[in-house]
Each structure stands twice: as C-alpha cells, then as structure tokens.
C-alpha cells in the first residue's frame, strides 16, 4: 500500500492540496493519507517551520504533497524557509519541471519540454555574509556527487520521455570552475549513459532567449539551482503561468509533489484557488516517483478535457469546487 503525508501549508495551500488529494484518492482509492504540517503559520505557532515531526512522517511515507507556503520579506531570526529546509533535509536533489501546451491557456500548441534543476546546492545552500557594512557575500557551491546524481535523473527521465535532446544549461564562460564541474560531470554520466549523441548545452542567457523565441525547440533541458529556478518560471509562460505550473522534489526513495504557486494570502479562503497545479503535481509523483504512468496518463488526459471543455467563465466564483468535481466526473 502506498502512503502519502500531505502537508497543506500556508494561505491556499489548505484548499488545493486537500482538492488534489481527492481527486488522487479516485486513482489510487488504497492509497494511506496522512498529514503533517510546515510553513510560517506553523512557524508562528510552534518556532519552527518544518518541525522534525513533520520530516519523520515524510520519511516514513517515503512521497508527499506540499501545498505553498508565506515567507517574510525580511529576515526574521530563526526562521528558514519550509520548502528549501524540506529539500534539503530529505535530499530532495532533483526539481522536476514540466512546461507543456494546454487548451485555451498555452500561447502556442507546440510545447512539451521538461526543466531538470539541481535542487540542493548552489547559490541556495544559504551561506551568506557581510564582509564589512558595505559589502555582502554569498557562496555558490557546486559539487560532483550532485551533478553526477541529476545526470543520472536526466539519463532516467530522457528514456521515460524518449528525448531526442538533452541541454546542459550552463555559464562557464564566466564560471569556468562551478559551471564547468557542473558541465563535464553531466556529460561524464550522459555519455556512460550511451547518450552523448543527443547532448548540447547552451548559455543560461542563451537558453533563457531561446526559451522565449522558440520553446518547440527544446526537450529536456538540465541545470543547476538559480539557473533552473529562474528558466522554469520563465518557461511556464508557455503553459499557462504559474498558476498551472506542477513540481516534483525527486530523491533516492523519496519525493514531494509541490504546486509553484505563491500561497496568494488575497483568495485564500474564497473558493478561487485552482487546483490544477497541485493535480499535476501529484500526477508527477505517480510517473516519476510510483512509476504508475497509466494513471499519470489517465490524470493528465482530465486535465486536458476539462481545459478543452469548460471555459474561464464557468471556473469564476467556485473554482475549487468546480475543477475537481469535473476532473473526478472525467476519471
């Protein structure tokens, strides 16, 4: 039996993420739900934001689901962010983000590429210092066990996929030492791998540019934290914003499906939130984490229907409601 520890978070996250369990529970009706809690409410209430409870369940549950989570604009002593302290302790090394074409929200209908981040290090490992009152520090750290391991992923996933095109995403004109370790350590894995044939890399700048001029273009796309962070955001204009964009933190034995969006504090409560990031990215942990691509098939193909069928107009008012009573009518 598989389990699931939910951890709803902040603002809408505590209505979407229980629509897209719902509609989970319709493909998986064994599956063993259990919750947890993180965030900055849970921070307010109890002085941490990811409570070492919460990080045992996961661990137990070996797949969850978070929600999203309200940081501080400022520093506040004590608080680190909750999803960067799950990756981070679960090891959660690999982001999984997809940017595809939807009915009536895509742009273009040619879309289908895949973003591969490296989750854990970076510029994001949080080592940051003043090194006098006018100058700021902050450390980027790239290591070979990581690169190596998203290699591996990318090998995975460029199968599951059958890509034709794997693209290292780098800036080693300009940091030869990080982004060249980064480069020549995934070129390493993806050629024992047999799969040096259909490698390339571009710039970061470059990819970003070509990410807006033609997205068609690319298949599978790997690269390291900041990097991967600001194209796949940048790439989801292509499937309808953030708002529909779905994630997966991927490690080894364990996963934490995770909606992009923002906990948009403005709607929380009134119904208008849409659980679709959330359904796919439980639609995610079911391909890439449970392997079960038949539901992952079946999940997606809803999500098509609906967004082929029902139009923005029938969504406004009770968009919660309305979206998962219409994907579980479709499934």
């Known amino acids: 039996m598989k389990r699931l520890c939910v951890i709803p978070g902040d603002g809408i996250g505590q209505e979407v993420v229980p629509s897209a369990v719902r509609v989970l529970l319709k493909l998986l009706p064994g599956l063993e739900v259990l919750e947890a809690e993180a965030g900055w409410d849970c921070f307010l209430r109890c002085g941490q934001a990811v409570p070492e409870a919460t990080l045992q369940r996961m661990r137990e549950c070996g797949a969850g689901l978070f929600g999203a989570v309200s940081s501080p604009a400022q520093r506040v002593e004590g608080y680190r962010s909750a999803i960067l302290t799950l990756r981070q302790q679960l090891q959660l090394n690999v982001n999984v983000r997809p940017v595809r074409s939807w009915p009536q929200l895509s742009p273009r209908a040619d879309v289908d590429l895949l973003i591969l981040r490296e989750n854990s290090e970076g510029l994001y490992i949080g080592h940051e210092h003043m090194e006098s ?181 029938q969504l406004e008012g009770e968009t919660t409601r309305v979206v998962e009573q219409e994907l579980l009518s479709r499934l």
């Not at 298949?219 to 600001?230: A, P, Q």
């Not at 948009?264 to 942990?285: C, F, H, Q, R, W």
């Not at 038949?294 to 999500?303: I, T």
């Open 133 to 313: 009152a006018d100058v700021a520090v902050a450390q980027r750290l790239i290591s070979r066990q990581a690169s190596e391991r998203i290699a591996a992923r990318a090998a995975e996933v460029a199968r599951l996929r059958s890509s034709g095109r794997i693209t290292l995403v780098h800036k080693a004109n300009v940091l030869p030492l990080t982004c060249g370790l980064f480069r020549d350590s995934c070129r390493g894995v993806l050629a024992e791998a047999g799969l040096d044939s259909i490698v390339d890399e571009r710039l970061v700048d470059v990819a970003a540019l070509q990410l807006v001029e033609r997205p068609q273009d690319f298949d599978l796309l790997v690269t390291t934290n900041l990097f991967g962070d600001i194209l796949s955001d940048l790439a989801s204009h292509w499937s309808g914003g953030l708002v529909m964009a779905p994630s997966l933190n991927w490690g080894q034995g364990i996963a934490l499906a995770e909606p992009v969006h923002g906990s948009a504090p403005d709607i929380a409560g009134s119904g208008k939130a849409n659980p679709l990031a959330a359904v796919l990215s439980a639609a995610l942990l079911l391909r890439y984490h449970w392997q079960y691509g038949e539901q992952a098939d079946r999940l997606e193909r809803a999500v098509e229907g609906l967004l082929t069928e029902v139009t923005v107009t």
